[in-house]
């Protein structure tokens, strides 16, 4: 058996028939193209005639980009192709593809949380005989505490600053919304979103039986004790965030699995950090590898190397670092 993956464009698969599979990329040029979810560094810039994914992700993934530039892909499926769900973001899937003439399959992960949490079930790895797993968090630093006595320690440091409005940061799409329903569950009174948050809400709100219940802040909104206020990350040391920590003395909090290290906190200039994260940490990526026990892993995205030295020294896989435009075949 022969496994054929390369990273150019997006995760590309050679199928024994010819085909390319192509997953993630900024102008997908596969025979199949499947989309894992709308995330800026996996969404497409130049749509494919059609695309793979989930009815949620193809409708954040037009919210997202302009159809009149990036075109509007038509939805698809094929027979190849599995989804299943990846426990990352809402509509997030994972891409499980038979090579039925070599006799091979292979799990390409996108981003992946096993973590059952809010609307989101964590994905559940099925067996492959090729495993491409992101890594984002690959080294054993990086692990999150349980997610139960995460969320009360969010809650209760919500409920603990309550006099003071506080400015939450996190993706818009993700962290955004698993923070608007903890402030749902504290005792703060008013929930503001910034407008691509909003929007992203709607869509979410439309698609999953959710209610975030958040006001879109404007120019207007003025922020007393007890508010909360979700804001995007990229948006933590803008002047317009600063000009409401002066004049209010909101506190900045910012919420990533980057937060298990200190320099999170002042990189953002925050004043409180959480691990609240929508990935695997390390031991959930060594389950999965475990579970998928495939006969090759390829790994890619953040702590790849490192990974791909764990899954070879201390787990006995065969495992390989995937670099851009560097072609890597494993024969197994
Ligand atoms: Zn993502």
Redesign the pocket.
């Known amino acids: 058996m022969r496994a054929n993956v390369h990273l150019r464009d997006g995760l590309r698969i050679e199928l024994d028939s010819g085909e390319t599979v192509v997953a993630d990329g900024r102008r997908p040029a596969g025979d199949i193209n499947v989309l ?4 800026g ?2 969404l497409y810039r130049q749509a494919p005639a059609a695309l793979v994914c989930s009815e949620l992700t193809a409708a954040l993934a037009r919210r997202r980009r302009d159809e009149a530039t990036a075109g509007r892909p038509a939805r698809t499926t094929h027979p190849s192709v599995d989804l299943l769900d990846a426990g ?2 809402a509509g ?1 899937q994972a891409a499980r593809i038979e090579d039925e003439a070599a006799d091979v399959t292979y799990l390409y992960t ?2 992946i949380s096993t973590r059952d949490r809010f609307y989101l079930s964590g994905f559940e790895p099925p067996d492959a005989d090729v495993l491409i797993v ?1 890594t984002t968090y690959g080294e054993p630093g990086y692990v999150f505490p349980p997610q139960d006595e995460l969320e009360a320690e969010i809650v209760d440091w919500l409920d603990d600053t309550l006099d003071r409005p506080v400015l939450l940061f996190g ?1 818009s ?2 962290r955004a919304q698993k923070l608007q329903l903890l402030v749902e569950r504290s005792e703060r009174s008013r929930l503001y979103v910034s407008d691509a948050i909003a929007c992203i809400n709607a869509v979410v709100e439309t698609a999953l039986d959710v209610d975030f219940g958040a006001e879109r802040s404007g120019p207007d909104t003025e922020l007393a004790p007890g508010d909360a206020l979700v804001l995007p990350t990229q948006t933590s040391k803008l002047a317009f965030v600063e000009n409401i920590v002066e004049s209010t003395g909101a506190v900045k909090a910012g919420f990533s699995g980057w937060a298990v290290e200190e320099s999170f906190k002042y990189r953002g200039d925050y004043g409180a950090t959480f691990p609240l994260s ?2 695997c940490d390390f031991n959930e990526l060594t389950a999965v590898v475990e579970a998928v026990d495939p006969e090759i892993v390829y790994t890619h995205h953040g702590s790849a190397e490192e990974f791909a030295t764990h899954c070879t020294g201390n787990l006995g896989y065969e495992a390989r670092t995937l670099k851009r435009n560097q072609t890597a075949l494993g024969d197994f």
């Open positions: 894992s979810h709308a995330h560094d996996h990352h973001v997030s996108g981003d992101e993706y799409l993700g929508d990935h």
